[in-house]
């Protein structure tokens, strides 16, 4: 079974710039996730789809960040234009769950670093 | 809102010594909790998950945990250390809308 795919894996840009990441989940996943790692912290929610409607992205900085996930699959985080403090890794999850389980149960790929200078 | 804490940014043990890295939770209501290691330049992979059935849970590469209510504890523990276990580990809790809430992250450092 293929894993959740992430691209670029690297990405330098300077500030003021824009940027777009790309995540094609677990085949079958419905609910898919953007986390931004930033370095010696823990992974932050950016936003939850489920199939491709919103569930929540209350702590994404919508004046900044906006991402999509067009039929239900595949999902683009775009940054624009960017800032110091948004060098991070950006990591994309997948999960399936339902009445017998699965809650919480993420399924991550290998994330997408950013640098800003 | 639920969430976690890590105690201890890293922890150093020899090979082969006892694994102990600590998670203490706040939650107002039964809380599902979870364990996800990230090795270097990797995700996060699932190591093991509480969801109030046992409270010591069995994971993946000997890890397990035990869930404490009464100190509000989801403590990570290996009986021997390997030099692959070498990683961050994240405890995190099932928060609204079944979003995961992380900690900050032990990394664990193993000496030969």
């Known amino acids: 079974e293929a894993g959740v795919a992430q691209s670029p894996r690297y990405k330098i840009i300077e500030k003021r710039q824009s940027v777009a990441f790309w995540c094609n989940p677990i085949s079958g996943h419905a609910t898919l996730y953007w986390y931004q790692q930033i370095l010696g912290q823990g992974p932050k929610l950016l936003i939850q789809f489920q199939n491709n409607g919103v569930v929540d992205d209350s702590q994404l900085p919508k004046d900044r960040f906006s991402a999509e996930r067009l039929k239900g699959v595949d999902s683009t985080l775009k940054i624009q234009p960017a800032k110091l403090e948004d060098s991070a890794v950006y990591l994309c999850?997948?999960?399936?769950?339902?009445?017998?389980?699965?809650?919480?149960?993420?399924?991550f790929g290998e994330g997408s670093r950013l640098t800003v200078l | 809102a639920q969430s976690v804490t890590q105690l201890g940014s890293h922890v150093s043990v020899s090979e082969g010594a006892l694994v102990l890295l600590r998670c203490n939770y706040s939650?107002?209501?039964?809380?599902?909790l979870f364990w996800y290691v990230q090795y270097p330049n990797q995700g996060l992979q699932l190591l093991l998950k509480y969801t109030s059935a046992a409270t010591l849970v069995k994971g993946i590469n000997g890890f397990e945990a035990e869930f404490k209510k009464s100190e509000t504890s989801f403590h990570l523990t290996k009986p021997s250390a390997h030099m692959s276990d070498a990683a961050e580990y994240f405890c995190?809790?099932?928060?609204?809308?079944?979003?995961?809430?992380f900690g900050k992250g032990t990394m664990l450092l193993v000496s030969p």
């Open positions: 995190a809790v099932l928060s609204r809308y079944s979003t995961l809430t």
């Open positions: 999850a997948s999960s399936f769950w339902g009445p017998s389980g699965g809650a919480g149960e993420l399924f």
């Open positions: 939650s107002s209501v039964p809380p599902y």
